[in-house]
């Protein structure tokens, strides 16, 4: 039986500029300069050079708002590259995140860097989310470790959004069909 590699998924992207200046601390979205006429829909992962921004959650004809990881209702599938302890990053509100549902056993230090795992369907497989700040243990099954974003949302200018499907989200498209 002949065995297949699998093709590199291509990732095609739009570049977006937003105007109006940088997330407030009240909201945790940001408008982009691109929406359903340029083929944007809702979950499409938004990112910068530095990683990982956040999601579409509602695009419009000529405009989106995006929501930012850091938002206390945004979570993504998080993987320590170093050692691929996986886990759940989830937003504060502030401009930290938490990595949770990380086993005590697993093998989490100060530095490491977290990137996406996929598994959500929404983001590919090893964009970058931040660092490990701190790791605590909070109990016998999880630790409590925080994340320093790799990007500053402060200073953001522009971001690109990802317009082609993971490959979870295509089954899950293909399963509704």
Not at 89 to 105: Q, W
Not at 118 to 127: D, M, S, V
Not at 151 to 169: G, H, I, K, N, Q
């Amino acid at each position: 039986m002949e065995q297949r590699q699998q093709e590199p998924v291509a990732i095609v992207g739009m570049g977006c500029r937003f105007p109006g200046g940088a997330a407030s601390p009240e909201f945790r979205t940001i408008t982009i300069d691109k929406g359903t006429d340029d083929g944007l829909r809702t979950d499409m992962a938004v990112i910068a050079p530095a990683g990982v921004v956040g999601r579409v959650v509602m695009p419009s004809g000529r405009a989106a708002k995006v929501q930012l990881l850091v938002d206390r209702n945004a979570a993504a599938g998080a993987l320590v590259e170093r050692s691929r302890a996986q886990g759940v990053v989830k937003g504060v509100g502030e401009m930290r995140l938490e990595l949770e549902f990380v086993s005590e056993a697993a093998d989490v230090a100060v530095g490491d860097l977290v990137v996406t795992s996929g598994i959500e369907g929404i983001f590919p497989k090893g964009f970058t989310i931040g660092r490990v700040d701190t790791v605590e243990k909070s109990g016998p099954a999880y630790k409590r470790i925080t994340v320093m974003p790799a990007v500053d949302f402060s200073a953001l200018e522009e971001v690109l959004v990802v317009l082609t499907p993971t490959p979870a989200r295509e089954a899950a498209e293909e399963s509704h069909e």
